[in-house]
């Protein structure tokens, strides 16, 4: 029995019995009902009662006394509702199943929604197929759709003039575009607008309201976050869960067990629509920005203890909710609000993996003008301000980004953070940096007291970090690599104290590369493992990377190729998971010198050249232009190519050099000392490695290169290297003007012994072979 067609409830018995032609009871005397009743009562039948929805009353009536009369009688009804009777047994129909979206032609046609599309489309317009060309397309319009049927078969009755491409890209207009239905198909059933219109006129006016401003969350929301933005005018608050409820039963939000609602994107198109036409659309999205930045902002101080698994899953689950409340301050020009989503949401999204959305996003709030406002509103805008420009530092130096494009946001960080005498964990980094930057800027070595202040401080989170990046600071001057260490393991023992384990990971990761650089591969490789494994439970993605190519290094070095190429298998996936340049470029130069490494020179250069088209349009830190020019040298050296390889390495010294970072002038070093015994000069190439241990603080047994040099000066030496390598006068002049002048200056007496090395006469054939 279908009831779309009526329009009152008092007609629903009596269309039911004429329906059912029951000629033998036309005489019986009663209403409609009654008469359906005795008719009924005896038999064994199955009452179909289809588009129910909008006499739900009326239907729900019906079939309660059928019911309960006619012990033989059965009832299926069909409802965008439940009828809500005792007993009564729901079977939703879902939307069919969608394809992932990067489905190729073969496994799209595998997905009941790609099928029914292509069918549709065949009998529209001859000659239609679903092949690798149209499939992503396809994939795009049924997923843009929901998987809802009738939106796919209208979608494909406009395949008879538009292309699969042409139609996928202008869905974002679906309710203009899809108006192409059957003429005897029911008035709901012609176009799409008017499937969505016929539910929306049933609902009242409460049940409106919520449904146009719940379109404004993306991600779906909780009904504490329903209450939070949508409450007001005819939605009470202590309404929103019953009018959720409804709205759920008449299949316009879907619910999944998880506490969330959320919506198909046809309806919230639709739902945002409505929301403009009612002038709630600026109202909305202040209340949407302010309940979900103040989410994070209670947050943000548990995202660095031991709760911070269970809020970083919150934070999760609002990502998207998140990610529009900036984006919408954004578009409205707010520069406050976007300014505060960023200083609360940041080091969320720092720790959860996005750094590249937030270092865009971050750039974006800060970019946009401020206005005037009361005095108590601008010191707060001040502190969130110099904590949004902290994340921005941040996420701009990042894996191998260029630390020195960040000056202008570090010193107006510094200026807000003494105004507002903000005690943020991030702001408290700003100072240091600020200092090691201008340092830097004036070609000094950095300050060794520039994180003193965060050791000292009374939050024990900040004392780690001061402790961690105290030792990497220090190791970058060349320090003690003892002292180092020492700071290492207090500060990873800080970061166990208070659970945070991102700062596990971190601490872990640089032990383990100062116990590699001292040749306890087995050891470093654990604290390598450890690390991955703490990361993990954040669900992080790119901050293990440098863990695995370092543990695929280390694993050659220490004669287990399988497991090196295990670890290096799963930096890859890991690399092209994150999609981030910088991460790729990491990956594909760790991968460059394991395939130097185990003498595939080709492959080497393939993957030297994918780094450098990954971060191509990227400010790179010279450091990481340094290791690349590096292994070019090598590999130029190992081809007889001696011209080129002393011009990569001479480019490769002056970027150490005025990097003043010890670690990679050493690593310099040892690439010259390479060139000087290829070029039969061992003498110079034994001061050049001890050079490099007098600038690097200590050896390095991390790399192979290191020990395959001094195995050849030693070869061509013989007995007189340790004598040789003693003789040293530059190392000298090194370690006494960084006693008195620091390390800065002091590489000044090694600079002239590395560019002598590299601008003596290179045989154009012949050199020796290493």
């Known amino acids: 029995m279908e009831l779309a067609p009526l329009s009152a409830e008092v007609d629903v018995p009596q269309a039911v019995w004429n329906a059912l032609a029951l000629r033998d009871q036309a005489s019986a005397t009663g209403d409609p009902l009654d008469r359906l009743a005795a008719a009924l009562r005896t038999r064994t039948a199955l009452l179909v009662l289809d588009n129910c929805e909008h006499l739900i009353g009326a239907a729900a009536e019906l079939a309660d006394r059928l019911l309960g009369e006619c012990p033989g009688l059965g009832i299926l009804a069909t409802s965008r509702e439940p009828l809500g009777l005792t007993g009564e047994a729901l079977w939703p129909v879902r939307p069919l199943a969608l394809p992932p979206r990067d489905a190729d032609a073969e496994q799209a046609m595998s997905y009941a929604a790609v099928r029914l599309l292509n069918d549709r489309a065949a009998a529209a317009r001859s000659g239609f197929a679903v092949t690798e060309e149209t499939a992503p397309a396809v994939t795009r319009i049924c997923r843009a759709l929901d998987g809802m ?50 539910s929306w006129e049933l609902l009242t006016q409460a049940e409106r309201a919520l449904l146009r401003r719940l379109a404004a969350f993306p991600g779906g929301a909780t009904v ?107 578009a409205a020009g707010d520069a406050r609000a ?17 750094k590249a959305d937030g270092a865009e996003l971050a750039a974006q709030a800060l970019a946009l003008p401020v206005t005037g406002g009361p005095e108590g509103e601008t010191a707060a805008d001040d502190e969130s301000r110099a904590v949004a420009c902290a994340l921005a530092v941040l996420f701009t130096t990042a894996g191998v980004g260029d630390d020195r494009q960040t000056g202008e946001l570090l010193r107006q960080g510094v200026l807000l953070a003494k105004r507002t005498g903000s005690r943020h964990p991030v702001v408290r980094f700003l100072e240091p940096l600020d200092r090691l930057l201008r340092s830097a800027g004036r070609g000094e070595a950095p300050p060794p007291d520039a994180w003193d202040g965060l050791v000292a401080d009374e939050d024990p989170w900040v004392r780690a970090q001061g402790l ?66 703490v990361i993990g439970e954040l669900g992080v993605i790119e901050d293990r990377l440098y863990a695995w190519v370092r543990q695929a290094q280390l694993c050659r070095l220490a004669g287990d190729p399988e497991g090196s190429a295990a670890a290096m298998a799963r930096a890859e996936r890991d690399a092209e998971a994150a999609g981030w340049p910088e991460t790729l470029a990491m990956m594909a130069h760790g991968k460059a010198d394991l395939a130097r490494w185990g003498g595939e020179p080709a492959l080497a250069r393939a993957e030297l050249a994918r780094a450098g088209e990954a971060v191509r349009e990227v400010a790179v830190h010279p450091v990481f232009q340094v290791v690349v020019l590096d292994s070019l040298g090598y590999l130029d050296a190992a081809e007889g190519e001696l011209a080129a390889a002393g011009a990569h390495r001479a480019e490769a010294l002056e970027l150490a050099l005025a990097s003043l970072h010890a670690p990679t002038v050493a690593q310099v070093l040892v690439g010259i000392a390479d060139q000087a015994v290829r070029l039969d000069r061992p003498r110079e190439a034994a001061r050049l490695l001890s050079a490099a241990l007098a600038v690097r603080g200590g050896p390095d047994h991390s790399r192979a290169d290191a020990a395959r040099v001094e195995s050849a000066v030693r070869a061509a030496l013989g007995e007189t290297y340790d004598e040789t390598y003693g003789e040293c006068e530059e190392c000298e002049e090194y370690v006494t003007g960084a006693a008195r002048d620091g390390a800065g200056a002091a590489l000044e007496s090694v600079r002239e012994l590395a560019r002598a090395t590299l601008a003596g006469p290179v045989p154009s054939a012949g050199a020796k072979p290493v």
């Open 468 to 533: 961690l990046e105290g030792a990497k600071t220090l190791l970058g001057a060349g320090g003690r690599p003892a002292r180092a260490e020492a700071a290492i393991e207090a500060a990873l023992a800080a970061f166990r104290g208070v659970g945070d384990r991102w700062g596990i990971s971190f601490a872990l990761t640089l032990l383990a590369d100062l116990v590699a650089r001292r040749g306890d591969h087995e050891a470093a490789i654990g604290h390598y493992e450890e690390a991955v494994a």
């Open 149 to 198: 049927p009738l939106a796919i078969e209208l979608a494909a009755a406009r395949l008879r003039t538009m292309s699969a491409e042409q139609l996928a890209a202008r869905l974002d207009d679906r309710f203009r575009l899809l108006t192409g239905g059957a003429r005897t198909a029911p008035r709901q059933h012609q176009t799409l607008r008017a499937v969505v219109d016929w």
């Open 224 to 330: 504490e976050a329903a209450e939070g933005v949508c409450a007001g005018g005819p939605v009470e608050v202590d309404e929103v869960l019953d009018l959720i409820t409804s709205l759920a039963d008449k299949s316009l939000l879907v619910t999944a067990g998880d506490g969330r609602c959320r919506m198909l994107e046809t309806i919230r198109a639709y739902g945002l629509e409505k929301l403009a036409e009612a002038g709630e659309q600026e109202t909305v999205r202040r209340a949407h920005a302010a309940y979900f930045t103040g989410l994070a902002e209670a947050a943000d101080p548990y995202l660095r203890r031991a709760e911070q698994l269970e809020w970083l899953a919150r934070l999760t689950a609002e990502h998207d909710n998140l990610a529009a409340a900036l984006r919408g301050a954004l």
């Open 338 to 354: 976007a300014v505060r989503v960023v200083a609360a949401a940041g080091w969320y999204w720092w720790l959860s993996g996005h």
